[in-house]
């Protein structure tokens, strides 16, 4: 069950990073080619924003989904439980 869960997981990290890099590369050329143009269609402010956004929108996405495949989240394990003794109750009742 663990194995099909991990493919799963896998496919959709997969389609994820592919995402993240089909809009980097979107961001790119609007950056770069499109804002640089002599009249772009809805200014070049619009263009250099509009890239700048989606790059870096793509980067965080692409860490951290490259952080949880590297560095998966540790579970901890649970600590025994520590009860106090009845010693200090009986002190104060005499």
């Known amino acids: 069950m663990s194995s099909r869960r991990s493919k799963i997981k896998?496919?959709?990290i997969l389609k994820i990073l592919v995402v993240s890099i089909v809009v980097l590369a979107m961001g790119y050329y609007?950056?770069?080619h499109i804002s640089t143009r002599e009249?772009?269609?809805l200014g070049n402010t619009f263009y250099i924003v509009v890239g700048c956004a989606m790059i870096a929108a793509s980067l965080l996405t692409i860490i951290v989904t490259l952080k949880k495949i590297f560095f998966p989240k540790r579970r901890r394990s649970s600590s025994r439980q520590v009860f106090l003794n009845d010693e200090s109750n009986k002190r104060r009742k005499e």
């Open 10 to 12: 896998g496919n959709q």
């Open 30 to 32: 609007a950056l770069n």
């Open 39 to 41: 009249k772009p269609p």
